[in-house]
């Protein structure tokens, strides 16, 4: 069975669109609003976020800052 795989790359465009990946941060959460705040911050300095997508669903994802 061939299942269609796909990379999402995250940008400061369309992470709603994306979503941020954790299940434990609720868009309603503090987490939720935190976790968007430090990426929309750090999107001119880094964080690359890439995201797995199979079948439509998210299994996983990447996420990274330069060193």
Same mark, same amino acid.
């Given at each position: 069975?061939?299942?269609?795989?796909?990379? @999402?790359?995250?940008r400061?465009?369309?992470? +709603?669109?994306? @979503?941020?990946?954790? !299940?434990?941060?609720?868009?309603?959460?503090?987490?939720? !609003? +935190?976790? =968007?705040?430090?990426?929309?911050?750090?999107?001119?300095?880094?964080? =690359?976020?890439?995201?797995? !997508?199979?079948?439509?669903?998210q299994? @996983?994802?990447?996420?990274y800052?330069? @060193?």
């Amino acid at each position: 069975m061939v299942r269609p795989v796909e990379i @999402g790359d995250v940008r400061p465009g369309n992470l +709603q669109q994306h @979503g941020l990946f954790c !299940y434990k941060s609720k868009r309603d959460s503090p987490g939720h !609003y +935190q976790k =968007t705040a430090w990426v929309d911050e750090g999107f001119p300095h880094g964080p =690359t976020i890439k995201i797995l !997508y199979v079948n439509g669903k998210q299994p @996983g994802f990447i996420e990274y800052v330069p @060193g």
